[in-house]
């Protein structure tokens, strides 16, 4: 066995490897402009790749413009959103880590106001907000003044899985090379899964069978268009914590179903549909929801929530929980959070700044 600590050694899926298992979790900056991506974003994901990452994977991207959390979330829906990624990708890739993007459609819960900006909750038009769609035409009713959602229909559904290919092949065009789809959180692919929120009698409602299939068309449709060597991911919330809402169980069959199409990854999060939800948040509380996906569906996952220590995540991965761990706001709190990892775990000359930062 390796002496290596296996956060530091390397992770291959398919014909792509990562340098270490540390990889940046998507989190929103809500600071593009018409969704193109900014200055901002070029120091925020180069500095995660700068300072070790095996993999930094973009914020949640806007597949169409109704489809953003906000006015100033991230898009992919046309040629000029992509040339602002191509920069961008190509620096994370220059200092050695893969750079990854997270394609999104927020469904009920887009049209929403930035956390700093003057606005709370969902915008009206007049403050820059637009009409929501959803699964079923159901608020989500954590916002103060909820816009209720119009039911998607065929041609509706059938504009979705377009513009999920379509970004995926600009994302491709723009240098990615690791595809995530956001199908948790609350968002629109959740919207359809869970049953809280998707109350449909047709054929994209009722049954577990009918709720996955939104899902698994996009998924299918974007893995025909991506190259069969990169990596296509899906991040799941593993359960609502709400009764009668979508659950572990669900989460596990829907992995078995994603591995079949050809999904390689589950990105294992929870919650975000429902402001009913019961969750008590502590460090590692949603491990062991990537732990029984990994075991139960036989899929690599990633662990993400709460895990801020380099011997945590090395726990996780020595008991293999997962196969990646995705940090988030340590990383924000630290942008050489793998560098520090190394030196806390006897290792430094695993994970090292770049020449430009060194001093003696």
């Known amino acids: ?26 989190m929103c900056q809500y600071s593009a402009v018409n969704g193109v991506p900014q200055a901002w974003h070029l120091a925020h994901l180069g500095a995660r790749a700068v300072g070790g ?14 489809g953003r959390i906000s006015p100033a979330c991230t898009g992919l829906w046309n040629d000029t959103q992509a040339a602002a990624w191509a920069p961008i990708a190509a620096f994370i890739k220059a200092q050695g880590a893969v750079a990854g993007i997270q394609l999104a459609h927020a469904g009920r819960k887009s049209s929403d106001a930035i956390p700093w900006g003057p606005h709370k909750g969902q915008l009206s038009d007049a403050q820059g907000g637009w009409p929501t769609v959803s699964a079923s035409a159901l608020p989500y009713t954590g916002y103060e003044y909820p816009r209720t959602p119009t039911e998607l229909d065929r041609d509706g559904i059938a504009r979705v899985r377009r513009a999920f290919v379509d970004a ?9 090379q690791w595809l995530e789809i956001h199908a948790a959180h609350g968002y629109l692919m959740h919207q359809f899964l869970s049953p809280l929120s998707n109350q449909r009698t047709d054929d994209y409602g009722g049954s577990f069978q009918n709720r996955v299939r939104l899902l698994l068309e996009t998924a299918s ?19 609502d914590w709400a009764d009668d809402g979508w659950n572990l169980a669900q ?4 992995a078995k179903h994603l591995k079949q199409v050809g999904v390689d990854l589950i990105d294992v999060s929870s919650g975000g549909l429902t402001p009913d939800q019961q969750i008590k948040p502590s460090p590692g509380y949603q491990v062991g929801f990537a732990s029984s996906i990994k075991a139960d569906a036989d899929i690599p996952t990633s662990a993400v929530g709460l895990i801020t220590d380099a011997h945590q995540a090395e726990s996780i991965l020595m008991q293999e929980h997962a196969d990646l761990v995705l940090i988030g706001r340590a990383f924000l709190r630290d942008p050489h959070w793998a560098v520090n990892a190394a030196k ?17």
């Open 53 to 66: 990452a095996g993999l930094v994977i973009a914020e949640a991207t806007g597949v169409l413009p109704e």
């Open 251 to 254: 989460s596990v069959e829907l």
């Open 221 to 239: 449709d974007v893995r025909a268009l991506w190259p069969a060597d990169l990596p296509l991911t899906v991040r799941l919330s593993a359960t």
């Open 1 to 26: 066995m390796s002496d290596t600590p296996k956060l530091f050694q390397p992770f291959t899926l398919r014909g792509l490897t990562l340098r270490n298992r540390i990889g940046v979790s998507p």
């Open 344 to 360: 806390a775990l006897g290792v430094p000359e695993l994970c090292k700044l770049p020449v430009q930062y060194a001093r003696d």
């Open 168 to 176: 995926a092949r600009r994302a491709l065009a723009a240098g990615f």
